[in-house]
């Protein structure tokens, strides 16, 4: 209401109540989110502890016996089975300590590291990748950003999961950018790719334990490890994406955090 009256001053002070219940609620929303997240990891830490401890044992006990029967002489069916078993050994343990690494609370080896330098040796890695399958990828990094305390280990992880995941969502040529800006108090750091995106539902649930739309190539732990990883920086994450569209990956740390 564009009047200068009283009418005009109701209509903006009702604006200015909505835009803060608005505000309210979406916090609310959020906090309930995150309650109810953290309360899922507390019970999946206590599972997750008497699993590893009962699946380990059974492991190291068929990983003694594969490497009995590797001593003796075996058919070349026989050591091809012997061969997809160690595999699935491998695998199995590679869940159990994904597992782990998402159901507890990570220990931090914080040190003030400068978190482009990272990033950069993550996209060497990927780059003969990304080159051959004509993917263009790009780091806009402003000079300005001081070093942020992190464990330089879990964050080589999380943007290595994420730029893999990137790299994959495109099928064919198409673009990766990463850029990092200083926004307020917080660091913000942006990952955009031109790959296939996703529709609503999955958007929403990719951060869950267990959640994969990979199917048997992928365990679902990726990036719920990821989103615990960060948080234990004190780091939100968020995705936003349309199928067809893209997928853009935004995550936030506190500038000027002491260690």
Same mark, same amino acid.
């Given at each position: 209401?564009?009047?200068?009256?009283?009418?005009?001053?109701?209509?903006?002070?009702?604006?200015?109540?909505?835009?803060?219940?608005?505000?309210?609620?979406?916090?609310?929303?959020?906090?309930?989110?995150?309650?109810?997240?953290?309360?899922?990891?507390?019970?999946?830490?206590?599972?997750?502890?008497?699993?590893?401890?009962?699946?380990?044992?059974?492991?190291?006990?068929?990983?003694?016996?594969?490497?009995?029967?590797?001593?003796?002489?075996?058919?070349?069916?026989?050591?091809? @089975?012997?061969?997809?078993?160690?595999?699935?050994?491998?695998?199995?343990?590679?869940?159990?300590?994904?597992?782990?690494?998402?159901?507890?609370?990570?220990?931090?080896?914080?040190?003030?590291?400068?978190?482009?330098?990272?990033?950069?040796?993550?996209?060497?890695?990927?780059?003969?990748?990304?080159?051959?399958?004509?993917?263009?990828? @790009?780091?806009?990094?402003?000079?300005?950003?001081?070093?942020?305390?992190?464990?330089?280990?879990?964050?080589?992880?999380?943007?290595?999961?994420?730029?893999?995941?990137?790299?994959?969502?495109?099928?064919?040529?198409?673009?990766?950018?990463?850029?990092?800006?200083?926004?307020?108090?917080?660091?913000?750091?942006?990952?955009?790719? @031109?790959?296939?995106?996703?529709?609503?539902?999955?958007?929403?649930?990719?951060?869950?334990?267990?959640?994969?739309?990979?199917?048997?190539?992928?365990?679902?732990?990726?990036?719920?490890?990821?989103?615990?990883?960060?948080?234990?920086?004190?780091?939100?994450?968020?995705?936003?994406?349309?199928?067809?569209?893209?997928?853009?990956?935004?995550?936030?740390?506190?500038?000027?955090?002491?260690?």
């Amino acid at each position: 209401i564009d009047r200068a009256d009283e009418i005009g001053d109701l209509g903006r002070a009702f604006n200015e109540m909505t835009d803060s219940l608005k505000k309210y609620v979406n916090q609310e929303v959020e906090t309930a989110r995150t309650l109810a997240h953290n309360k899922n990891l507390a019970i999946l830490g206590t599972v997750a502890s008497k699993i590893s401890h009962e699946l380990g044992n059974s492991l190291v006990g068929v990983q003694m016996m594969l490497s009995g029967l590797k001593e003796e002489p075996l058919s070349q069916s026989g050591r091809e @089975t012997l061969r997809i078993i160690e595999n699935e050994m491998e695998q199995n343990s590679s869940f159990i300590k994904g597992f782990l690494r998402i159901a507890r609370k990570p220990d931090l080896n914080f040190s003030r590291c400068s978190l482009d330098g990272l990033i950069r040796d993550v996209l060497e890695r990927i780059r003969p990748e990304a080159d051959g399958r004509g993917i263009v990828v @790009t780091l806009n990094w402003e000079d300005s950003i001081p070093r942020i305390p992190m464990d330089a280990g879990l964050m080589n992880q999380v943007f290595t999961n994420l730029v893999k995941n990137s790299v994959e969502a495109m099928s064919g040529p198409g673009s990766l950018i990463i850029s990092g800006k200083a926004v307020e108090e917080y660091l913000v750091v942006s990952i955009t790719d @031109t790959g296939c995106g996703m529709d609503p539902e999955t958007r929403e649930r990719i951060f869950e334990p267990f959640f994969s739309t990979k199917g048997a190539r992928g365990n679902g732990l990726g990036l719920a490890i990821v989103k615990s990883n960060i948080e234990a920086h004190g780091g939100t994450i968020e995705c936003m994406s349309n199928s067809g569209k893209g997928t853009e990956v935004l995550i936030r740390f506190t500038l000027g955090q002491q260690i």
